[in-house]
């Protein structure tokens, strides 16, 4: 062994792509080459250096995010092309609420948002990006709001809350209706509903935020053709699984009609590799982009080009988000077969390995199939105050052992008849979740299995819960 080498700390972030990015910013300052030379008003390095230290200090304050071993919400690590081209555009800081604040941003928006709308099927549509799903849904609401005044918004009880407050800012009247025991919306209930009339706006579920149920589109398309109301499609989280080609069939068969609603929502800051601030909405009909129609006096002179703050609700955005995401399609295009659409399917296949393992497992009880990468499950016990308990504990015990997984509150309706020897002493039951996002999860299940294992006997065993309540 050489010993006059000094070893390389192992690193557990991607510090390696770091030099890549002066390459590139060096590159990038070349096409400025021609400006009068100036003088920027510095910080000194080592005031600099001081803070970084201290913030890199605060930061170590997180879960591990981008490790394997974190299997809880829904947090995925950017691409590194992603993360480095947004910081690239920081440099020049472009804000893509105007062509007069980001040309080449704007551009790069427009041909992003075209390849997503493309994943769908669509050749013209109306989008843009935005802060990210909760942003999107407001505006696809908006819009049904514009073009149903006075009609009630519908959507799944196991629908993101966002929507019954989204309707609420809007002034729209909202209700839930009712899911099957696969988590989906109940089109005989919706349908119950719909004969009832004044329904403007039904929203269509494609990923469920807490079990990753998909709702039955094909039925729900076949209920439009008959009730005519709006179809708005939330595939915030799950939109980007229509390139998975290990999908159930029913699954697949609600994604291959995606297509057919009238706007759809996707977060490339979920399942996109996308930095957090990057959500994008899309309209079938471009026409809509009527209602977003103003007069500034002073944003939009430059060109004749659209400008994207003309078909958007919020001005100013940042143009670093469009650059990450263009690049990463560029890297990384949206294909069926290709290295984004395979490292999104080895997230899945981890959540069906996993959900086959705890299904075998007698410590637990698991619910439906899952039908992206989340798993719900819940350790088996007599009463459902018990199962909340021993998943807290679990859920603590886990942590310890460096496992980093969620839990979810859901209703005993749901969890009931998966657990049919369950006293239902509570409305609600905790639940563990976990969300296998990462594709490097695939080779980490065995491992969660085993940790789960132990936290299950230390932390979950029912005498325990027996010992502490005599
Ligand atoms: C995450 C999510 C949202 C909200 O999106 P944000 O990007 O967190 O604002 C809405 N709907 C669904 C289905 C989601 O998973």
Redesign the pocket.
């Known amino acids: 062994m050489d010993h006059t080498t000094p070893a390389v700390p192992a690193s557990q972030l991607d510090v390696n792509s770091l030099s890549q990015l002066e390459a590139a910013l060096r590159r990038l300052d070349g096409g400025f080459a021609d400006l009068p030379a100036f003088e920027a008003e510095g910080e000194d390095a080592a005031g600099l250096a001081r803070v970084l230290a201290e913030v890199a200090e605060r930061l170590r304050d997180n879960y591990p995010y981008f490790h394997p071993l974190y299997a809880g919400q ?1 947090l995925k690590p950017p691409h590194p092309v992603a993360r480095l081209a947004y910081a690239l555009a920081l440099w020049l800081n472009p804000n893509n609420h105007a062509l007069d604040g980001g040309r080449a941003s704007s551009r790069m928006e427009k041909e992003a948002v075209a390849a997503l709308a493309r994943l769908f099927g669509w050749e013209t549509h109306l989008g843009h990006l935005c ?7 407001l505006e696809a609401l908006w819009v049904a709001g514009q073009l149903r005044p006075g009609t009630t918004v519908l959507a799944s009880a196991h ?2 809350y ?2 019954q407050r989204i309707s609420a800012v809007l002034g729209l009247s909202f209700e839930a209706v009712a899911c099957d025991a696969r988590g989906r919306l109940d089109a005989g209930a919706l349908e119950r509903r719909l004969a009832q009339g004044g329904v403007g706006t039904v929203v269509a ?5 807490a079990t990753g149920a998909v709702d039955p589109l094909p039925r729900l398309l076949a209920l439009r053709e008959r009730y005519g109301f709006r179809l708005h499609a ?5 939109g980007y699984f229509t390139l998975a080609d290990n999908l159930a069939p029913e699954t697949r068969q609600a994604f291959d009609v995606l297509g057919q609603a009238d706007s759809l ?1 996707i ?1 490339p ?2 399942h996109g590799l996308q930095p ?1 601030g990057c ?1 994008c909405v899309l309209f079938r009909d471009p026409s809509v982009g009527r209602f977003y129609k103003h007069d500034s006096p002073y944003t939009y002179f430059s060109s004749a080009e659209l400008h994207l703050g003309e078909i958007s609700l919020e001005c100013s955005r940042p143009g670093a988000a469009a650059v990450g995401l263009w690049a990463t399609q560029r890297l990384l295009p949206l294909e069926p077969g290709g290295v984004f659409a395979g490292r999104l399917a080895r997230g899945r296949a981890a959540a069906l390995a996993l959900f086959a393992r705890l299904r075998a497992d007698p410590r637990f009880v698991t619910i439906f199939e899952p039908e992206l990468d989340i798993v719900v499950w819940l350790p088996r016990a007599e009463r459902a105050t018990e199962a909340s308990r021993r998943s807290r504990a679990i859920f603590a015990e886990a942590a310890r052992r460096h496992l980093h997984l969620a839990l979810a509150e859901l209703p005993m309706e749901l969890i009931g008849p998966y657990a049919p020897h369950m006293a239902a002493n509570r409305e609600t039951v905790t639940c563990l979740r976990s969300v296998l996002m990462k594709p490097e999860h695939a080779g980490w299940v065995e491992r969660i299995h085993a940790i789960l294992g132990e936290a299950a006997s230390v932390g979950g065993s029912p005498d325990d819960w027996a010992a502490s309540h005599v």
């Open positions: 829904m802060g990210g799903g909760t942003l999107a849904n629908a993101h966002t929507h579920t494609l990923g469920a935020t939330d595939a915030a989280y799950g929502v977060d800051h979920k957090y959500g």
